[in-house]
């Protein structure tokens, strides 16, 4: 089992920045992937960064070259670093981690945390 909770979300003007954490505890050395998700009101939710457990990164082209998905040194936390935010940035944001355990495959959820970009 991997738990997963976010923090850091919160309501800044145009242009700004935030910082999302995700701790993660538990079974966190089967985690392989971590990711980055969020969800706007009446739309989908959608990816928006990933991390292996090689640090190789993806990210989704509305955010490529504003958002930077890092962990940090002991591997427990997920980071977010969200900059030049517009208001289509706005939505709740959410960790999730890719786990093996075993022979299977599990994914985790964290609870969210909501990010309000407006003047």
């Known amino acids: 089992q991997v738990q997963l909770v976010e923090s850091g979300g919160g309501l800044v003007q145009p242009g700004g920045s935030l910082r999302l954490s995700c701790a993660a505890s538990?079974?966190?050395?089967?985690?392989?992937?971590m990711n980055w998700y969020r969800q706007a009101p009446g739309k989908e939710r959608e990816l928006v960064a990933t991390?292996?457990?090689?640090?190789?990164?993806n990210y989704a082209d509305s955010v490529k070259g504003r958002f930077t998905v890092s962990r940090g040194n002991a591997r427990n936390t997920l980071f977010l670093e969200m900059n030049s935010l517009k208001p289509e940035d706005t939505a709740v944001y959410y960790c999730?981690?890719?786990?093996?355990?075993?022979?299977?495959?599990?994914?985790?959820w964290g609870q969210g945390t909501q990010v309000t970009v407006s003047s």
């Open positions: 999730n981690a890719l786990a093996s355990l075993g022979r299977g495959t599990y994914e985790y």
């Open positions: 538990g079974s966190i050395f089967s985690i392989y992937a």
């Open positions: 991390i292996t457990s090689g640090d190789s990164t």
